[in-house]
């Protein structure tokens, strides 16, 4: 295995709020539906969200007509609206500044629409990181290579030299098409666990 020199992060899950796993049981809860049925509604339609072919609102309209709950969007958007507000993972953050200072280029590639970097700057996190690559912006969305492709080069490394850090295990589902050491985010400290295994020094 090539020397690792980059690691890369997803932001909503990772570096912010809680993994997607838990919006997705909660959502499908408030909808009344399986997590099947709503995982398989959102992953229909995310693409156009995550590469800014379509408004937020539009998103969850085609999302909630998929899984047959179009009256509930109103009812659904209160719901997004009034969720606690995230907040940034600090153990996370910690782990990306030590990472940094032991010599190693760290970003984030983000599925997300254009007020993203915005968010980021208002949060203090662009700061964190050498790298920012969001989708909305590129015209590209994980797992697509081409976005990976693109992140590589912002980070300055090959793929064969990255790890890449998501919450979902499906944005990393051409970790081997493309080359890069993909890692499934659940908590922080499991993280420093995973990071170990390749050799990172933290």
Known sequence: MKKITAIGFDFGGVIEGQPGSVFDRRASEVLGISLQEFKKGYTAYKKLINENLISRDDFWKKVLNEVNRSERFDDFIEYLRTRPPKNVN???????????EN????????????????????????????????????????????????????????????????????????????????????????????????????
Do not use: M, W
């Open 90 to 100: 600090k153990d996370v953050l910690e782990i990306v500044d030590s990472l940094r």
């Open 103 to 202: 010599g190693y280029r760290v970003g984030i590639l983000s599925n997300n629409d254009l007020t993203a970097r915005g968010i980021f700057i208002k949060k203090g996190v662009i700061e964190h990181f050498d790298a920012i690559v969001i989708s909305a912006e590129v015209g590209y969305s994980k797992p697509d290579p081409r976005a990976f492709a693109l992140f590589f080069d912002e980070l300055g490394c090959r793929a064969n030299q990255c790890i890449f850090i998501d919450d979902t295990a499906e944005s990393l589902i051409s970790a081997k098409e493309v080359g890069f050491h993909p890692i499934v985010f659940t908590d922080s400290e499991t993280l420093r666990k995973d990071l170990k295994k390749f050799g990172i020094i933290l």
